[in-house]
């Protein structure tokens, strides 16, 4: 008698792992609020964007990606090796801030969006998906919580479904898309600043590394030892970067329909400025109807799920790390109590943060000031790791991963520079 293959939807999910949750989680409701804000002040003008970053973004997630897999250690662990020890003090102080900001904003929009849907109190909402997101990382074991988290990705679909919701002028799409026009309006770079910036974000690499050691914890058994065998590391690689490559590729495909939906509605009637991801759904109800609004606005709440996870579990990976913590969400709580209690108090600190009479607007933009700041150091950092022997041994970054991972912190580079340009001359 033979067994029954598993059908191939069971099958996928067995492949995909830690880059389809790294790529969802980049489109999380803080990124939705800025490609949104991108299709109503410019229309299909940054559509080109989400084709240039990624293959810029897909090497930076495998070098993180490549660094956990081989030395079984996370990001920040790795960093100290080859950083001055007050550089990764800074960089992780600046990294946790732009997380802080970035969970009160992502966590005020779940919020509203909820309320947007149901009527009622939107902070009591917001607490409540609070309380959720931590305790469900904290009670369930990492092996089924990866697995409602990969199922809980689909929920982006969301946002394809509302751009085929409207009517698109594909041709002006297509032409905006392939042969983009540049503009040096201060408004123009910093919108572009923005979207690469959400596109390209510190916490997704601190993420990813971390997943990497969990899903090796859990297939090898090994954690903190490197891997040596050339057999084990290379049956590793194959299916990390296509993981990598679906997920990120995935995330700008969104990422691509929001921006077109949000231009096809939005920008055509004349709508050219949003708050914030719910102010986006709100708006598309009497441009785009009913069906497009619960859309977005369901997805912002399953993006806030899957978001928030990342947010705080890759600040606790990084802050146990650097302090020498037990930090695994495969540990239960009284084996790693300072790491969860890191999550749980990243959670609620951004929650208070969601509560506070600062404008999620004015969160977003300390966040994409903060990532900023941390995100060429940091990149940098994580070249110099990849590619050096002492601590990657022969899988050390071939030189086509090299090249492209140098070219995606020179291109972080320009960008921050064009922020502070822009911002200092306004």
Known sequence: MTSRRPPIVTRLLRTLGPGLLTGAADDDPSGIATYSQSGAQF??????TMFLTTPFMVAVQIVSARIGSVTGRGLAANLGAVLPRFVIYGVIAVFVLA????????????????RLLVGGPAAVYALLLCIACVAAQILIPYRPYARYMKLLTLVLFAYVATAFSVHIPWDHVLVSTFLPHL?????????LVAVLGTTISPYLFFWQASLEVEERRLTEGRKEAPLRDGKSVLN?????????????????IVGFFIIVATAATLNAHGVTNIGTAADA??????LAGPLAFLLFSLGIVGTGLLAIPALAGSAAYAVGEVVGWRSSLGLRLQRARGFYLLIGGATLIGALGAASPI???????????FNG????????????????????????ASPTLAIFGWLAT??????VAAFFLTSATG
């Open 236 to 252: 590793r690689f194959e299916p990390i970067v296509a993981d990598t490559w679906i997920g990120m590729v995935f995330s700008n």
């Open 43 to 48: 229309g299909y003008a940054l559509c080109w």
């Open 373 to 396: 700041i941390v995100a060429v150091p940091l990149m940098a950092g994580m070249m110099i790791v990849v590619t050096n022997r002492s601590i990657m041994g022969k899988f050390a």
């Open 183 to 191: 503009s040096w309006d201060r408004n123009y770079i910093q919108m």
């Open 99 to 114: 997380n802080l900001f970035n969970i009160a904003a992502d966590i005020a929009a779940m919020g509203e969006a909820v």
């Open 281 to 286: 759904a709100e708006a598309l109800r009497p």
């Open 359 to 369: 404008n999620p607007i004015t969160m977003l933009v300390w966040s994409a000031v």
């Open 410 to 415: 020179l291109l972080m580079a320009i960008v």
